[in-house]
């Protein structure tokens, strides 16, 4: 009681500060309830404040642009799900449509419109691969593990994760296309794996050859890049996402990608590459292959090693940042970069190959739609002779930036030929064959069809003829007078050393007393088809031919006298099959002179190398027959000759025919044969031409008044026609 007393009684500080102590009591009476005066001053606050935010917001005007927007938002949404809903349901209907369509996988592992030639050596190993090659099927599960993530890092990241179409990366694709300044579907496409084979697969569309103008064409249009071609290129890849697994599809693209050097699939890459299955690659190798299809011509390490060498980096990079190799396998495939087979690095016999696919059938050849093998008669130890030797005379005797060319063709005599180079580029492929397309004058190289001619009708190669200046009257044309080489005349010559000394009168001479139908008749049938002139210029060499077929006619020479076909394929067969389709055993044909003329004219062409023109074509220990030619103002230079074992034919010139600048048959052309066959004949035996010599005249008695002898003999052909010609006794 007393305490509570004591806590109500007035203190003095409460006196002295009355407002301090009122406050706390003027509180507590407004929170007791005030009935209706208190609940409408409240109202009148709420309205107040709603008034304050009219008038923030712009007054009632704000409310209908708010309404107005939430209406148009509610429209957008309501009609877009709705569009959405609609173009779901048709993308679906397309998928199943297109769903129903596919084939089973393995009925679109090859889909190749041509098939491949692989062409064989005379040993039996590969050299040379044309068409579209198909190694064989393979599989995402058979092939090397590191070829699968090369191609799955370098083409699609998210190959696994997406369903056919990947947003993101058509997103990205566009953001690169438009940041490099160009369109937003040009260039970078975002396709995924899926997509690039629903490409490859062109949507379903076989090729129909009576349909479209070529196989380019229709490759062309499978290629397009349209929004309405992206669009069904879309709705396939989901279609085929349904229809097959993941590891399906890649199998379909890992088999129908095209890789350069005209290799369908990685199996048949890998084989033409490398010499071995995709099944084999190690990451050097898998990133090159994978590498490739960015650009397949242009990485092929067959055009550019170096360049396909740096792609591949780039692609062990991507491997190693996405896991699938270590530091160490990625700095071993750095520093180890694949290299290319043996037989793919050396690409020997590039015109032989495109010469044997020209003249083969054309039906397995250049149109094939089979798989075909294809045994030639190359030489690949001959063929890389040739080409040093070509590499060899250009570096050391050429001057520096001649565009002058040459050709070799290397045959043995029934007409094989083993190497053959068609210019000075050796490694090519589908180049213009100088060897084989070239028509060009055969200059002196054809006066050994004249003396055969000669031989053929009895004459001997001691009979002789006068080397004095001589003009003919040619019809419509006027005299002609053609002259020796040298500006000098020789006087009563044998036909031995006329030939010998490339001598054009008596040349002329000997054509017209064999007649100019018969040395036609002879040429022709020893191989030189092309047209053949019909004036006595015939005889130095004014018709055009090539070196394949002038080379074939010396070979002619060397068997014996009968006519020879080159010929550079001996089997062929469909890829499977053990029984051939065709095969060649000889190119020899019909006898076209006597092989005592044969041998006899051997005889005379010997003197041509060891004793006249052709002397720097000499080998060492070895009998070499051959005849040098060159043409008017020596626009073509040639040089044909033979041991017993090969003929070789070389010409020289340019393209252009601009005349060459200091060269005869007997120069550069010699030396480019000799250094070909120094080449070809090294670690051989000699072996001594089939040559005849001729029997020296037989000295007879002469009776007490002379007289000349009956029977002719070449001088008294001769002179009896120049006495009809020029008139005398």
């Given at each position: 009681?007393?305490e509570?007393?004591?806590?109500?009684?007035?203190?003095?500080?409460?006196?002295r500060?009355?407002?301090k102590?009122?406050?706390p009591?003027?509180?507590?009476?407004?929170?007791?309830p005030?009935g209706?005066?208190a609940?409408?001053?409240?109202?009148t606050?709420?309205?107040t404040?709603?008034?304050?935010?009219?008038r923030m917001?712009?007054?009632n005007g704000g409310g209908?642009?708010?309404r107005?927007?939430?209406?148009i938002?509610?429209?957008?949404?309501?009609?877009t799900?709705?569009?959405?809903?609609?173009?779901?349901?048709?993308?679906?209907?397309a998928?199943?449509?297109?769903?129903?369509?596919l084939?089973?996988?393995?009925?679109?592992?090859?889909?190749?419109?041509?098939?491949s030639?692989t062409l064989?050596?005379r040993?039996?190993k590969?050299?040379?691969?044309r068409?579209?090659q198909?190694?064989g099927?393979?599989t995402?599960?058979t092939?090397?593990?590191?070829?699968?993530?090369?191609?799955?890092?370098?083409?699609?990241?998210?190959?696994?994760r997406?369903?056919?179409?990947?947003?993101r990366g058509v997103?990205?694709?566009?953001?690169?296309?438009?940041?490099?300044?160009r369109?937003p579907l040009?260039?970078?496409?975002?396709?995924?794996?899926?997509?690039?084979?629903?490409?490859?697969?062109?949507l379903?569309v076989p090729y129909?050859?009576?349909?479209?103008?070529?196989?380019?064409?229709y490759?062309?249009?499978?290629?397009?890049?349209?929004?309405?071609?992206?669009?069904?290129?879309?709705?396939y890849?989901?279609a085929?996402?349904v229809?097959?697994?993941?590891?399906?599809?890649l199998?379909i693209?890992l088999?129908r990608?095209?890789?350069?050097?005209g290799?369908r699939?990685?199996e048949?890459?890998?084989?033409?590459?490398?010499?071995?299955s995709?099944?084999?690659v190690?990451?050097?190798?898998?990133?090159?292959?994978a590498?490739l299809?960015?650009a397949?011509?242009?990485?092929?390490?067959t055009?550019?090693?170096?360049r396909?060498?740096d792609r591949?980096?780039?692609?062990?990079?991507l491997?190693?940042?996405?896991?699938?190799l270590?530091g160490a396998?990625?700095?071993e495939?750095?520093?180890?970069?694949?290299q290319?087979?043996?037989a793919a690095?050396?690409?020997?016999g590039?015109?032989?190959?495109?010469?044997?696919?020209?003249s083969?059938?054309?039906?397995?050849t250049?149109?094939t739609?089979e798989?075909v093998?294809?045994?030639?008669t190359?030489?690949?130890?001959?063929q890389k002779?040739?080409?040093?030797?070509l590499?060899?005379?250009f570096?050391?005797?050429?001057?520096?930036?001649s565009k002058a060319?040459?050709?070799?063709?290397v045959?043995s005599?029934?007409?094989?030929?083993?190497?053959?180079?068609?210019?000075?580029?050796?490694?090519?492929?589908?180049a213009f064959n100088?060897?084989t397309?070239?028509?060009r004058q055969?200059g002196?190289?054809?006066?050994?069809?004249?003396?055969?001619t000669a031989?053929?009708?009895g004459y001997?190669?001691?009979?002789?003829?006068m080397?004095?200046?001589?003009?003919?009257n040619?019809a419509?044309?006027?005299?002609?007078?053609?002259?020796?080489?040298?500006?000098?005349?020789y006087?009563r010559v044998?036909?031995?050393d006329?030939l010998?000394?490339?001598?054009n009168?008596p040349?002329?001479?000997v054509a017209?007393?064999?007649?100019l139908?018969?040395?036609r008749?002879v040429?022709?049938?020893f191989?030189?088809?092309?047209?053949?002139?019909?004036g006595?210029a015939?005889a130095?060499?004014?018709?055009?031919?090539t070196?394949?077929?002038?080379t074939?006619?010396y070979?002619?020479?060397l068997?014996?006298?009968?006519?020879?076909?080159?010929?550079?394929?001996?089997?062929?067969k469909?890829?499977g099959?053990?029984k051939?389709?065709?095969?060649?055993?000889?190119?020899?044909g019909e006898r076209?002179?006597r092989?005592e003329?044969?041998?006899?004219?051997?005889?005379?062409?010997?003197?041509?190398?060891?004793?006249?023109?052709g002397g720097?074509?000499?080998?060492?220990?070895?009998?070499?027959a051959g005849?040098?030619?060159t043409t008017?103002?020596?626009?073509?230079?040639w040089?044909?000759?033979?041991?017993a074992?090969?003929?070789?034919?070389?010409?020289m010139?340019?393209?252009?025919?601009?005349?060459?600048?200091?060269?005869?048959?007997?120069g550069?052309?010699?030396?480019i044969?000799?250094?070909?066959m120094?080449?070809?004949t090294e670690?051989?035996t000699?072996t001594p031409?089939?040559?005849l010599a001729?029997?020296?005249?037989?000295?007879?008695?002469?009776?007490s008044?002379p007289r000349?002898?009956?029977g002719?003999?070449?001088?008294?052909?001769?002179?009896?026609?120049?006495k009809?010609?020029?008139?005398g006794?």
């Amino acid at each position: 009681m007393t305490e509570s007393r004591r806590r109500k009684s007035t203190l003095v500080a409460d006196k002295r500060y009355p407002s301090k102590r009122r406050k706390p009591t003027a509180t507590k009476r407004a929170a007791k309830p005030a009935g209706k005066k208190a609940t409408a001053r409240k109202a009148t606050t709420r309205k107040t404040a709603r008034k304050k935010t009219r008038r923030m917001s712009g007054g009632n005007g704000g409310g209908i642009f708010r309404r107005l927007f939430r209406w148009i938002w509610r429209l957008i949404w309501g009609l877009t799900w709705r569009v959405g809903a609609i173009v779901g349901m048709l993308v679906a209907l397309a998928v199943g449509i297109v769903y129903t369509t596919l084939p089973d996988v393995d009925a679109l592992l090859d889909g190749r419109a041509r098939g491949s030639v692989t062409l064989l050596d005379r040993d039996g190993k590969v050299f040379a691969w044309r068409g579209d090659q198909f190694g064989g099927v393979i599989t995402a599960d058979t092939v090397s593990p590191h070829l699968k993530n090369a191609v799955v890092a370098t083409e699609d990241k998210r190959f696994y994760r997406h369903f056919g179409i990947s947003p993101r990366g058509v997103a990205s694709a566009v953001r690169i296309n438009l940041s490099e300044g160009r369109g937003p579907l040009s260039g970078h496409g975002g396709s995924t794996i899926t997509q690039q084979t629903a490409k490859l697969l062109c949507l379903g569309v076989p090729y129909e050859p009576d349909q479209w103008e070529s196989e380019a064409a229709y490759e062309s249009d499978c290629r397009q890049g349209s929004l309405w071609r992206k669009g069904k290129e879309a709705i396939y890849a989901m279609a085929m996402e349904v229809k097959y697994s993941k590891d399906e599809i890649l199998t379909i693209y890992l088999n129908r990608a095209f890789l350069g050097a005209g290799a369908r699939g990685f199996e048949a890459a890998s084989q033409r590459y490398f010499g071995k299955s995709a099944a084999e690659v190690s990451p050097a190798e898998a990133s090159m292959l994978a590498g490739l299809l960015v650009a397949p011509t242009r990485y092929a390490p067959t055009n550019d090693l170096q360049r396909s060498q740096d792609r591949a980096r780039l692609v062990v990079g991507l491997m190693e940042t996405q896991g699938y190799l270590s530091g160490a396998q990625a700095s071993e495939a750095r520093s180890r970069p694949a290299q290319l087979s043996e037989a793919a690095a050396a690409r020997a016999g590039g015109y032989f190959a495109d010469w044997v696919m020209a003249s083969g059938p054309e039906f397995f050849t250049r149109n094939t739609t089979e798989d075909v093998v294809i045994r030639t008669t190359l030489d690949q130890r001959i063929q890389k002779s040739a080409e040093e030797a070509l590499k060899y005379i250009f570096q050391e005797k050429v001057r520096e930036g001649s565009k002058a060319q040459a050709a070799i063709v290397v045959m043995s005599a029934d007409g094989a030929v083993r190497g053959m180079v068609g210019g000075r580029k050796t490694r090519v492929s589908g180049a213009f064959n100088r060897a084989t397309q070239a028509l060009r004058q055969t200059g002196s190289s054809f006066k050994p069809f004249v003396y055969a001619t000669a031989l053929e009708l009895g004459y001997s190669p001691l009979d002789t003829v006068m080397d004095e200046p001589t003009c003919w009257n040619i019809a419509g044309s006027g005299q002609w007078c053609p002259e020796n080489y040298t500006k000098k005349y020789y006087g009563r010559v044998s036909l031995a050393d006329a030939l010998k000394n490339s001598l054009n009168i008596p040349a002329v001479k000997v054509a017209e007393i064999s007649g100019l139908e018969n040395v036609r008749t002879v040429a022709s049938q020893f191989g030189i088809t092309s047209d053949l002139a019909q004036g006595l210029a015939l005889a130095l060499g004014a018709s055009e031919s090539t070196l394949i077929e002038m080379t074939g006619a010396y070979a002619g020479i060397l068997n014996g006298g009968s006519a020879v076909e080159p010929y550079g394929l001996t089997e062929l067969k469909l890829l499977g099959d053990d029984k051939p389709v065709m095969v060649t055993t000889t190119g020899i044909g019909e006898r076209v002179i006597r092989d005592e003329a044969a041998k006899q004219l051997t005889w005379m062409m010997e003197r041509v190398v060891s004793q006249g023109t052709g002397g720097r074509a000499k080998l060492p220990g070895w009998q070499v027959a051959g005849k040098t030619g060159t043409t008017q103002a020596a626009r073509d230079a040639w040089f044909i000759g033979f041991t017993a074992d090969y003929v070789t034919g070389v010409w020289m010139g340019y393209d252009d025919n601009t005349p060459l600048s200091g060269v005869t048959g007997g120069g550069l052309p010699a030396e480019i044969w000799r250094e070909t066959m120094l080449r070809v004949t090294e670690g051989m035996t000699p072996t001594p031409l089939p040559m005849l010599a001729p029997a020296p005249p037989v000295q007879v008695q002469q009776p007490s008044q002379p007289r000349r002898k009956q029977g002719g003999g070449f001088a008294k052909a001769v002179d009896n026609l120049l006495k009809d010609i020029f008139g005398g006794n």
